[in-house]
Structures are given as C-alpha cells and as structure tokens.
C-alpha cells in the first residue's frame, strides 16, 4: 500500500519567516495530494491541495509544489503568523479506491 | 461550524462496556469515513461508506462496527474495546468516495479502562 513520510515531524520559526514541510510518496498512480491544519483541540481543515495535472499552486501566503518524477511535494508557507501554528498532515490518494493516506504530521510553531 | 458534527465528544468507557459513536453530515456529501488519531501517528482510515455501501475496511478489529443507514448519518459501535484502543475518533465526508475534499467533524476523544 501507499507510504507518506513527512518532514519534519517538529519546525519553529520566527514570525515573517517562510516555513516549508515536505512529503514523499511511494504509489506512483497518486493524483491527489491535500494539506490539513489541524489546530489545538480542532479538527483537521483543509488548506489546499494539488492534482498530478500541475506543478504548482499557490494560495495566498500558502502554496503547495509536486514533483510526481520524484514522488515529493511540498507547501510552503510565507510571511507566517502566529495564527499559523497548528499541526499540518500531507496525504496522497492511493490504491483502486484513492482513498487518502496521511502523513504523521508537522507541529509548527511560529514565535512572535 | 455545523457541517460535521459527532456525538458524544468525550467518552469514557470499560473494557466491558458496549457504546456508540454518532456522525451526521448536513452537507449532502454521499461518502463518510472513520478516521483514528492517536498521539504522534498519522490519521488512520478505519471505515469507507459511499452510498451507504461500505467500501473500506481497513483491517479493523471486529470490535469496532461500522453502521450507515443514510448518507447523512455515520454510527461506530464499540465494544469489548483494549487500551490501546483510546484516540480521537474523527469522521469525515466528502461529496463522492476518492480524490474529494473531505471535511471533518470535531472528533470523539475516546478512553478506555
């Protein structure tokens, strides 16, 4: 079955900074690939997601890029803010049903 | 947010004891899923129901089972649960089964003794 390692598991960075989390994939049939913040006691909300028919899009401040040859993807978050600390998970469609596997998630904490 | 919404949000249960989960959907959404989340591991897919059918079962113990009696409401029953058992119990929906957003609800943090 489908692999997601996500990196990495912890990030800190002073607020402004741009933060990056990155994920690999292991089905190379996957087409969907969605992020989820998941703040504090809250569910997981979706952010943005990318299908293997781009390279990357972009959000506002959040953008998300694919590498379907390498099997990675990323987001990218610039300017943070506080408000941008919670845990985010990665996940990529897999197997005949494309249902989503999830990776173990990034705490990312942004320091005023 | 009343898109998902899950019943009770906070259980507590024996090893002996018989409970259930409730999910409903109000956003017309034909698939629903169970998720399990515990402390640093990723969210694990339990359950899979598009159309009512299930589609999915992840290897779960039989000491979870999964009712879906319209697209609109989600029930896990528990019983003769472990320890190892106590996580977040999320669910989820999506408008069809696949590569779809799925929205969550607020999740049931279950203990068990």
């Known amino acids: 079955g489908e692999n997601v390692e996500q990196h990495p598991s912890t990030l800190s960075v002073q607020e402004g900074d741009s933060a990056v989390i990155k994920c690999t994939y292991s089905d190379s049939a996957s087409n969907y690939f969605p992020w989820y913040k998941q703040e504090l006691g809250k569910r997981p909300q979706l952010i943005i997601d990318i299908r293997s028919n781009v390279g990357e899009k972009k959000d506002q401040r959040i953008a998300v890029t694919l590498n379907k040859t390498a099997k990675h993807f990323s987001l990218h978050i610039t300017e943070t803010q506080p408000e941008d600390s919670a845990v985010y998970f990665c996940a990529a469609s897999s197997g005949s049903a494309r249902q989503l596997t999830f990776g173990s998630g990034t705490q990312l904490t942004v320091l005023p | 947010e009343t898109g998902v919404t899950q019943t009770p949000r906070h259980l507590v249960m024996g090893m002996t004891n018989k409970k259930s989960l409730k999910c409903e959907q109000h956003l017309g959404h034909n698939a629903m899923y169970w998720y399990k989340q515990s402390a640093k591991k990723p969210l694990e897919l339990m359950f899979v129901y598009n159309f009512k059918e299930q589609t999915e079962n992840n290897s779960v113990p039989s000491r979870f089972s999964p009712e879906c009696p319209n697209s609109s409401h989600l029930f896990l029953h528990l019983h003769t649960l472990q320890p190892e058992d106590s996580a977040l119990y999320l669910c989820?929906?999506?408008?069809?089964?696949?590569?779809?957003?799925?929205?969550f609800g607020p999740g049931t943090r279950l203990l068990v003794l």
């Open positions: 989820a929906s999506s408008p069809y089964s696949g590569e779809e957003t799925q929205y």
